[in-house]
């Protein structure tokens, strides 16, 4: 890896693995978009719906910038939401989040594909 490029394991709503790279400050929401997974962040990241869910790893929630009350009532209308449930567009990522693992819920339905 060099040390501009910021790898992220999602795991796909089927159990499947998507393996991405992005740059620091790179959107997680427009990384897993890139790379076809059913993120369909209806509000382009304006934080006005939870249509962008993932569940973090729990190895790697505590890394994340804590969620903004905003979110955290966003979460509260996310379908399958648990404790380490987070909006993708509220996470940019950075160096120290190299590795980060995220699933996409079961529930996530992207209405762009219909």
């Not at 992220?8 to 998507?18: E, I, R």
């Not at 304006?46 to 955290?72: G, K, N, Y």
């Amino acid at each position: 890896m060099s040390g501009d490029t910021i790898r992220v394991v999602f795991t796909t709503p089927q159990g499947g693995t998507v393996q991405a790279e992005a740059a620091p400050g790179d959107n997680l929401l427009r990384v897993g978009q890139a790379k076809g997974l059913p993120l369909e962040g209806t509000c382009e990241g304006q934080m006005a719906c939870s249509t962008c869910h993932v569940i973090v790893d729990p190895d790697w929630f505590h890394r994340l910038q804590p969620a903004s009350e905003e979110e955290e009532d966003m979460l509260d209308f996310a379908a399958g939401a648990c404790r380490t449930s987070r909006l993708s567009c509220q996470i940019d990522l950075a160096a120290e989040l190299d590795g980060l693992a995220v699933r996409v819920p079961a529930e996530s339905h992207d209405m762009r594909r219909t």
